[in-house]
């Protein structure tokens, strides 16, 4: 794995004081700007027996071995578990939701053994990563929280947010907090365009200035995003019937950030009406965006904000897709006066 260059100086500040790195990090910012690379990088040079100068791990040692083999002893990686590994803690509805958004209290309470075992190498650390820090759920939030407490010597937790304020108040103040950095645009135009990425300026501003936002997205189809701008111009005018199958097309994980890239484009055009309102995601649509902007009710459109944001965490619910759409499109119509 390599450092992203927008990264460099801060695995410097880092790598400088590895020694002397707090028992707790948390590693906060925007989705898709590498936070969970740097925090493997971080985690495989700490166990690494002989880093390189930049602090890089070498890649040849049996530690470094281990590691990529993704069966280090002193190293654990928390994530939300996968369909299937439901346990009885967790909620019905969670259960049959398919593919898991929570870390489980299970997961949490099986570190207890990982931590009352003495490192592989005498002198060095154990590492438990938690990736985003915020599927931890309240049970399993307070049971981690009790091992921030009083962690033992020699171990560290390093946790990796895109929304850290859901975490519990106390869990963050445990923590180091590590604002990560996001790449200007020409570091990013210039990081994608040696991956030779295709058409990466505009798609680099669709995904939010993050450039592993962008090649997560490789897949989206933006002729049928196209289309769906088209349609959501029309404001008030919109047909939620006619665009419900646009939405459909290109997926519900896929259409509701959409809607919500484009309602916080217009919330930016009505509230700051100007020619400097900043539009973050649809600069070519301003002029659209700044003439739905002049006939909208605020207060709707966050209340649409809010609805989006409750379809957005049950993207993977077996429920009727198409209806949700429906639903979610003739709202967006209900937010311009009329």
Not at 37 to 56: E, R
Not at 129 to 139: D, R, Y
Not at 167 to 172: H, K, V
Not at 175 to 204: F, S
Request: with cysteine; net charge neutral.
């Amino acid at each position: 794995m390599n450092i992203y260059p927008w990264q460099l100086p801060l695995w410097k500040r880092l790598t400088e004081v590895r020694q002397g790195i707090p028992h707790a990090l948390l590693l906060q910012g925007r989705s898709g700007i590498g936070k969970l690379d740097l925090a493997k990088n971080l985690s495989q040079s700490l166990l690494c027996q002989t880093p390189d100068a930049s602090g890089m791990a070498c890649g040849v040692c049996a530690s470094c071995g281990w590691f990529m083999q993704s069966n280090h002893p002193d190293y654990r990686l928390l994530t939300p578990v996968e369909e299937g590994d439901a346990t009885e803690d967790e909620p019905a509805a969670i259960k049959k939701s398919g593919k898991k958004n929570q870390i489980s209290i299970d997961q949490v309470r099986e570190l207890a053994s990982f931590m009352g075992l003495s490192s592989h190498h005498s002198s060095g650390p154990r590492i438990v990563l938690i990736h985003p820090a915020e599927a931890l759920n309240p049970s399993s939030a307070n049971a981690l929280l009790k091992m921030l407490e009083e962690p033992p010597v020699g171990m560290m937790f390093i946790l990796v947010s895109h929304q850290p304020q859901r975490l519990l108040p106390t869990i963050r103040s445990r923590c180091q907090k590590i604002e990560m950095p996001v790449p200007t645009h020409e570091v990013a135009m210039a990081w994608l365009n040696r991956q030779g990425i295709i058409d990466a300026d505009e798609r680099l501003t669709y995904a939010g200035g993050a450039p592993l936002g962008l090649l997560q997205d490789s897949d989206i189809n933006y002729t049928q995003l196209t289309e769906l701008w088209q349609m959501l111009s029309k404001g008030i005018r919109l047909d939620p019937y006619a665009a419900t199958p646009i939405c459909t097309k290109v997926g519900m994980e896929v259409a509701v950030p959409a809607l919500q890239k484009w309602a916080y484009d217009l919330l930016a055009c009505a509230i700051q009406f100007s020619e400097r309102a900043e539009v973050r995601y649809h600069p070519k649509l301003k002029v659209a965006l700044q003439g739905l902007a002049k006939d909208v009710n605020v207060r709707l459109l966050l209340d649409f904000q809010r609805k989006l944001d409750e379809a957005r965490r049950a993207a993977n619910h077996p429920l009727n897709i198409e209806l949700q759409l429906e639903c979610l499109l003739l709202q967006y119509t209900q937010i311009f006066f009329r």
